[in-house]
């Protein structure tokens, strides 16, 4: 599945990483997506709450599905966030900029994932809402 066709079929982002500090690039990124239609589940043990929706520690606390799980934590937290992606049944994996790890990612397209790597949500989303 491309970027564009994803962006266009996903509803539901679980944003790992998620925190209140404004300041941050998970904040600004999930509030922009947020605005542009898509429901946000932030994935965060350290909070309660983020954009006004309920925070829950990992993945598999999600209750609903989830279609991309977009990942704002460090490179060698990904493989344990890509097997929960995969158990959790989500459509993709996407690790932001500088977010790499080639195993984890051939992991999850070996598991049917999309994988999107080392680029960010928000700017692949304006691209398309401006044309593209």
């Not at 996407?94 to 928000?122: F, P, S």
Request: proline fraction near 5%; include cysteine.
């Amino acid at each position: 599945m491309t970027v564009p066709e994803l962006l266009k079929a996903s509803r539901t982002i679980a944003v790992v990483g998620l925190s209140n500090k404004r300041f941050r690039p998970s904040y600004g990124v999930a509030e922009y997506m947020q605005r542009s239609g898509y429901r946000i589940v932030p994935v965060n043990p350290y909070e309660q709450a983020v954009l006004g929706e309920k925070c829950y520690p990992d993945l598999e606390s999600i209750p609903e599905k989830i279609d991309i799980v977009d990942i704002f934590r460090r490179s060698e937290f990904v493989p344990e966030i890509v097997e929960a992606a995969i158990r959790i049944g989500a459509r993709a994996v996407w690790m932001q900029e500088g977010v790499v790890h080639e195993q984890a990612a051939a992991r999850a397209a070996g598991a049917g994932l999309t994988v999107v790597m080392d680029r960010c949500i928000l700017k692949d989303h304006r691209k398309l809402s401006v044309g593209g």
